[in-house]
């Protein structure tokens, strides 16, 4: 679908807790509290508190103060979590929009995270491409690493290709777009917003949340016909904190926020990785059970998930290819609630794969 409502403003939204010491930074690459007279106008930026303990509403207060005046909102969001965060910044911009007698379908929101830079006209891009393409589109960057970062974690990250090489590098099946959309870096209008429904929060049967809020988002959106595009000139470096500090989770999971009970579980496992000597990690008797789970999280995430969409939306499929076939056939019967509850594609695919993701990989790699 493409529209050429003009943007009117650019609103990017950022949740915070306990982000005293990075939140500075990233505000700084998007042009905000660095006394910039240069500051364009027409962004703005809305910072939502979300009950930190540290001194990040100080913080905020000044990122406030040192920018011009006018383009910094500041929020405390009492409910605990992205959800309400994201959705309070998204009320707040509704808001902003209604003051200055903006159409919503002309204001931009940008979701961003409190510990990454962005890159050097960021938003000028992401609004360019927002513009290009037009409403009911989810816009999303591209994200990295620091070079020092990556430089500093080269075996890391190339053990990470090294795994996932194992499958992707034969594995030819056209299951359709990538469905998981990070949630930094993504950009939609505002009117989209509110038509796709918003950010929800979901449980799990077992009561756990699920998280990935943005792609359970976009999920719901493409019930009501929303494309996504990339924007490729439009980038984000992503701070390694939480990976190193849990390093045998995130390669386990290949990034994924899973549930708290998963976490637990895996936790109990008490498998290690040293991201500082990946050699003698290899050695050790955790890596293979690690390279599986990590294997199993991109069967899921990156084949059986696009997989279910698809067969979902009754897109054809090559179902003369008998992988295809049995993957399919181990997934529940469809129903029209997992139309309007993403968390019912995510409970459906981990659930395939618990039970039976040895069994897959098996096929797969004996069939390519």
């Known amino acids: 679908m493409n529209d050429s409502s003009e943007i009117l403003a650019v609103i990017t939204i950022i949740p915070c807790y ?5 939140i500075s930074w990233t505000c700084s690459s998007l042009g905000f509290g660095i006394n910039d007279a240069k500051q364009n106008l027409q962004h703005l930026l809305v910072l939502i508190d979300n009950n930190s303990t540290d001194s990040t509403l100080s913080v905020l207060q000044k990122i406030k103060t040192n920018s011009i005046e006018g383009t910094v909102y500041i929020h405390i969001e009492k409910e605990q979590g992205y959800v309400p965060a994201r959705h309070a910044g ?18 931009l929101i940008l979701q961003a995270d409190a510990d990454t830079f962005y890159s050097t006209g960021y938003i000028q891009e992401m609004a360019r491409i927002s513009l ?6 989810l816009v999303e960057a591209c994200v990295s690493y620091e070079s020092k970062l990556i430089r500093k974690y080269r075996r890391y990250f190339d053990l990470c290709a090294e795994v996932d090489g194992r499958l992707l590098s034969r594995y030819k099946m ?6 998981i959309v990070d949630d930094k870096v993504a950009g939609y209008r505002l009117s989209d917003y509110f038509f796709w429904g918003g950010h929800v929060r979901e449980y799990f049967s077992n009561g756990n949340e699920v998280y990935a809020e943005t792609t359970r988002l976009y ?24 990976l190193i500090a849990d390093t045998a989770l995130h390669f386990a999971t290949a990034g994924f926020p899973r549930e708290d009970l998963f976490k637990e579980r895996f936790k109990r496992l008490n498998l290690k990785i040293d991201i500082n000597d990946i050699e003698s990690s290899k050695q050790s008797s955790s890596y293979e059970i690690l390279a599986e789970f ?11 998930l696009p997989l279910y969409i698809r067969h979902h939306d009754n897109i054809n499929l090559s179902m003369n290819d008998p992988l295809e076939q049995f993957i399919i056939s181990l997934l529940p019967a469809q129903s029209e609630e997992i139309l309007f509850t993403p968390k019912v594609y995510f409970e459906n695919i981990f659930n395939v ?4 993701g040895d069994l897959i990989l098996s096929k797969l790699e004996k069939h390519y």
């Open 353 to 356: 794969i618990d039970r039976h």
């Open 18 to 22: 306990n982000e005293e010491d990075n």
């Open 132 to 137: 290009d393409v037009g409403e009911n589109v």
């Open 174 to 179: 056209d299951t359709g777009e990538e469905i």
């Open 294 to 304: 990590r294997l199993l999280h991109v069967i899921a995430l990156f084949i059986v």
């Open 90 to 107: 998204n009320e707040i911009a509704r808001s902003i929009a209604l003051s200055n007698g903006w159409n919503e379908n002309s204001v």
């Open 219 to 242: 999920l719901r959106a493409k019930t009501k016909g929303a494309k996504k595009v990339l924007a490729e000139n439009a980038e984000a470096k992503h701070s390694m904190r939480k």
